[in-house]
């Protein structure tokens, strides 16, 4: 085990190679080349901009001395300071993060608990009424915009039927409030970003676990389980739903990008102050180096998730462990 | 017997006609209504469905029906230029890698695995920031960020395909590596590569709209599904038509193209 962490951990190097390179061309992509009559009619490019870039990255180097800087800034986690703010981009960044991570969290829970029963009945009896709704449900959910289903909750739950507040994440009276209360607030704040974080994967992973359930079912050691007289709910459980579980943790690390990037959608439209809206905004102000160092620590999450998928996966299958 | 195949296929169908329709919308759209998309009436805000406005107006007074009609055009066009952009390099990157193999191959998986490792629209939005939100660049930057399915896809086919018979004796024959590929290797994986693009076609409409609605994808005053939503936003709870509609155009497409593409998987397989 501990072999195989450390091949996957030496198959990320490469990787992050390639992260720091490409982040390094998109900062290449900024306007205002040193001489340039482009950037000298391009208004959008401030002199000082180009300036603070030029000494923040050492623009005026060859590209491999700035390349070689660059790489050994992002393997310090030194992604310079805010232009709006003069504050370290690191700080700015480790502030929002508690609450995205909480938002993924709850909606990889939330996908979890519905989308795997789903896939699991349905699989049981293919062609069932069961069946037949929710892969139709499952067909819906995959052309719904994300954007438009918060919009439509948003508009129902918060403003015509007032039951739940319409974004942020704390009400205005929230400091006078008694600690359980506190939570409760904060939980009332959640459902509706939750939820719509998760909906974009749930009908992915239900699909997913309908296909492998119906794979495993017909496979031998099934059959083997059923010949030898055990109980329908023993066969399911056991021994089918158990390896049909394997493969979702793959899809589960797959799906992280996903959420990542869907948060910079939902928090952004729930003004929920977390790192997808961070992103947002420092797009909107051309906080160049905000941006750089969202990119590169998003690219690394998801990086870090895929890893924690694989290693799972190899914990829960030998034949992964062992293989090559 | 067209008309049994898509008698069978109602998965198709449904979503050809669906397709077909909008595309329809899109390039007829001056005809198909009164007013002109951008023009701005002060007698009419936010005034709801009517005869005079079948779907409403904004809060400009713009007619939602005619926005809506011409904003089609702008989905259609990110939807078809983007995944031309990420077909093609799919198939070049992908038809290289599988032909090759060795560390050519390996190299461009590397930077499939590299490219599939940032978050959905961060590098985009990164790329916009940058640039400038305009509808070439976006439907340019989708295209880039949206090859490597494709390019995997025709990789594993090109592995299956290239130690067939006919490969070889075209190899025999002497013919360069270029015509192999493009005329015999590619033509028998377009199959799943076509369901792919199609499929890649819901995603850019997707991604266009989420962009514009967050204010960074087409802008105002030109019309697309997603920046109209903007206003829907600002006035939730005041006109439903504006949440519901433009919505509602977005959804219908994207189902409509995943049927289309669907359609077409269950045929192929077959």
């Known amino acids: 085990m501990i072999v195989y962490i450390f091949r996957r951990l030496c198959g990320l190097i490469p990787l992050l190679i390639g992260i720091s390179a490409i982040s390094f061309f998109v900062i290449h992509l900024a306007p205002g080349k040193p001489v340039g009559i482009q950037s000298d009619l391009n208004p959008k490019v401030s002199l000082e901009v180009r300036a603070r870039l030029e000494k923040l990255y050492g623009l005026d180097k060859p590209v491999a001395v700035q390349f070689k800087n660059w790489f050994l800034r992002l393997l310090r986690f030194d992604f310079g300071r805010s232009f709006l703010d003069d504050r370290l981009v690191t700080e700015k960044i480790k502030e929002r993060l508690p609450i995205t991570v909480l938002i993924n969290l709850l909606s990889l829970f939330l996908i979890f608990i519905i989308g795997i029963p789903i896939g699991v009945k349905s699989a049981l009896k293919p062609g069932s009424f069961f069946d037949k709704v929710s892969t139709s449900l499952v067909f819906l959910g995959f052309a719904m915009p994300s954007f438009w289903l918060a919009l439509l909750l948003m508009s129902f739950f918060a403003v015509t039927l007032r039951w739940l507040p319409v974004s942020g994440i704390k009400s205005i009276d929230f400091e006078f409030l008694t600690l359980p209360y506190k939570i409760l607030d904060v939980a009332r704040h959640l459902i509706l970003p939750v939820f719509v974080s998760a909906f974009g994967s749930l009908a992915g992973i239900s699909r997913y676990m309908r296909q492998g359930m119906l794979e495993v079912i017909n496979s031998d050691y099934v059959r083997a389980a059923r010949s030898r007289g055990l109980s329908e709910a023993r066969v399911i459980y056991n021994h089918a739903l158990r390896n049909a579980l394997i493969p979702i943790i793959t899809i589960l690390g797959l799906s992280i990008p996903g959420l990542i990037g869907g948060s910079v959608i939902f928090e952004t439209i729930f003004a929920i102050p977390g790192m997808g809206r961070l992103f947002f905004e420092s797009v909107m102000s051309r906080d160049y180096t905000l941006i750089m160092g969202l990119l590169v620590l998003g690219s690394v999450f998801t990086l870090l998730g895929n890893l924690i998928a694989d290693i799972a996966y190899a914990w829960v299958d030998p034949r992964i462990r062992y293989s090559r | ?270």
């Open chain 2, 1 to 270: 017997m067209i008309f049994k195949e898509l008698k069978r296929n109602r998965l198709f169908s449904f979503g050809l006609a669906i397709v077909l329709a909008i595309g329809l919308c899109a390039i007829f759209a001056p005809l198909l209504t009164r007013y002109q998309p951008e023009a701005i009436d002060v007698n009419e805000i936010l005034s709801s469905p009517s005869s005079k406005h079948i779907l409403g107006t904004d809060s400009l007074g713009r007619d939602l029906f005619s926005r809506l009609l011409f904003g089609s055009r702008v989905s259609l066009k990110v939807g078809i230029i983007a995944v031309g952009i990420s077909t093609l390099m799919g198939l070049i990157l992908g038809a290289i890698a599988g032909f090759y193999g060795g560390w050519i191959d390996s190299l461009l998986m590397r930077f499939v695995d590299l490219m599939l490792c940032f978050p959905t629209y961060f590098l985009i939005l990164s790329v916009i920031a940058i640039l400038e939100p305009s509808l070439a660049n976006i439907m340019i930057i989708i295209g880039l960020t949206s090859w490597m399915g494709v390019a995997r896809i025709v990789r594993a086919q090109i592995l299956s395909l290239k130690e067939r018979e006919f490969i070889q004796a075209a190899k025999v024959i002497g013919a360069s590596d270029l015509r192999i590929i493009t005329l015999h290797l590619l033509p028998n994986a377009m199959g799943p590569v076509i369901v792919a693009a199609i499929l890649g076609m819901a995603y850019a409409i997707l991604v266009e709209s989420s962009l514009s609605f967050l204010g960074l994808g087409v802008q105002p005053p030109t019309p697309s599904w997603g920046n109209i939503l903007i206003d829907a936003k600002a006035t939730l709870g005041v006109a439903w038509w504006l949440t519901l509609f433009p919505g509602l155009a977005i959804f219908i497409t994207i189902l409509g193209v995943n049927m289309l593409g669907e359609g077409l998987r269950n045929w192929e397989k077959q």
